[in-house]
């Protein structure tokens, strides 16, 4: 839910026209259009607006989950140790995913 709320985010201050963002959802119903999807998504008090807490809470909640990962020993800190580890698990993750790519017919 909160992936769909920040992709509607993301639709809607892109500028993609509606007319391109519309399409059919699942089970066939007519796609929403971007701006009724964020609303519906991030109003999570449900007065038909979105204050700027629910504006920025799933990247808060994405930025929160990211610092607990980093945060090996969870003193509430990252040392540049973590820093570091997490740049090296990061590179790693990189080169598999080219390596990956490399593998697939049409990979470069």
Do not use: C, W
Not at 4 to 13: G, I
Not at 14 to 41: L, N, S, Y
Not at 54 to 78: H, L, R, W, Y
Request: proline share 6%; glycine share 12%.
């Amino acid at each position: 839910m909160k992936n769909m709320a920040l992709s509607a985010v993301l639709l809607f201050s892109t500028g993609v026209p509606v007319a391109q963002a519309q399409g059919q959802g699942p089970g066939g119903e007519p796609q929403k259009e971007p701006a009724v999807m964020f609303i519906e998504q991030l109003d999570t008090s449900g007065d038909g607006k979105v204050s700027m807490e629910e504006f920025i809470m799933p990247v808060q909640t994405q930025a929160e989950g990211q610092f607990k990962s980093m945060d090996k020993n969870s003193d509430g800190f990252i040392s540049q140790d973590e820093a570091d580890a997490f740049q090296k698990e990061m590179q790693e993750r990189m080169e598999q995913m080219r390596k990956q790519q490399g593998q697939r017919p049409g990979g470069r």
